[in-house]
């Protein structure tokens, strides 16, 4: 396990501001894996936000008693996820517009189908899972960060399972921490 440090109908958009900086645990692509290290990680959190690829009630329950879920469903989601969570969301923590999907791309290689609403809402935070890799890039024709944060779960080619903790206040993204599990942790 390693962790690094770098500073600095399907749609439900919500405009709650929230006061204060918030601390986000991030996650994707678990599969219906409940870890425990998910509450180790994301207990000093405020939020955790998962990219989809949910995989089951278990899951959830296991996310929702470590604090409050946002999530999006993803391809292998089943009913009961999919009528808990969107295909699409979009929020507003402190000032930072966040837009959320599972199947969404890459900046310069978006999924088409979600190109159109990307550009149109412009968010300032973009979170898509899918690939069960890892990315932060950011998107200087958005003036956007995109984060993929990779797998957490243990179905699926990767050889390392990933976390994602992030700072959100006022208009800063910080804090930024990827945190690295063994698949047989």
Not at 16 to 33: N, P, Q, V
Not at 133 to 144: G, P, Q
Not at 153 to 158: A, E, I
Not at 168 to 174: A, P
């Amino acid at each position: 396990m390693s962790v690094y440090f770098a500073k600095n109908a399907d749609i439900i958009r919500e405009n709650i501001i929230f006061a204060g900086m918030k601390r986000i645990g991030l996650l994707s692509d678990t599969h219906g894996w409940v870890d425990a290290k998910y509450g180790e990680y994301f207990g000093v959190c405020d939020e955790i936000w998962h990219a989809g690829d949910i995989g089951g009630e278990a899951v959830v329950t296991a996310l929702e008693q470590i604090c409050p879920l946002r999530a999006v469903y993803g391809n292998i989601d089943g009913e009961y996820v999919r009528s808990r969570f969107p295909k699409i969301a979009h929020f507003k923590i402190e000032e930072v517009d966040v837009m959320m999907t599972h199947i969404g791309g890459y900046p310069g290689r978006y999924e088409p189908s979600i190109r159109p609403e990307l550009y149109a809402s412009r968010p300032r935070l973009f979170i898509a899972g899918h690939s069960h890799i890892l990315k932060v890039i950011f998107d200087k024709n958005l003036n956007c960060l995109h984060i993929n944060p990779g797998a957490a779960g243990l179905s699926g080619f990767q050889t390392v399972r990933t976390l994602i903790r992030l700072t959100i206040d006022k208009t800063n993204i910080k804090d930024l921490e990827i945190i690295e599990l063994n698949r047989n942790e």
